[in-house]
């Protein structure tokens, strides 16, 4: 647990970020560079707002839109997935480049693990009936490992 936990912190690499960004067309700027490394750096995912006030502390004053805005840059991206049960933001931490992106959400610490291998296995056969967004986060909840061994002591 604690391994795939220092997994995920350490997926932010900058020459990556870069590269996604460019090959979008777009710009590394500054606030979107503080928004996507203070949510990297964090354990848990946070919201909108506990993101806002962590940069406060370190970096600079954000409008709480501008957070909004940047998030959905990211999200758009694919670099950052926003756990809408909870309405909260983590990093994403699957390299590969898969269809979906599969995170499991432990409702009691909430913990959050992406999981690639979950990912690799869901994908859906183009039809033209239904044509699925990319980048589109599938949340399973449940309880960790750590919760499990808690409530069985
Ligand atoms: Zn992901
Ligand atoms: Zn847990």
Redesign the pocket.
Known sequence: MRFRLLLVLMAIDKTRLTEVVKSAGKSLTKQRCVIIETLAANKLPMSAYELRDQIKITEQNLNISTVYRVLDFWIRL??I?KIESANRFM????EHQ?QF???QHCTRCENVV?SCEL?SQTKMQLSHEFRALE?Q?IEIKGTCLDCQANTST
């Open positions: 694919g670099l997935h990093v994403c931490s699957d898969h992106h599969v995170i992406e990912a980048n986060v």
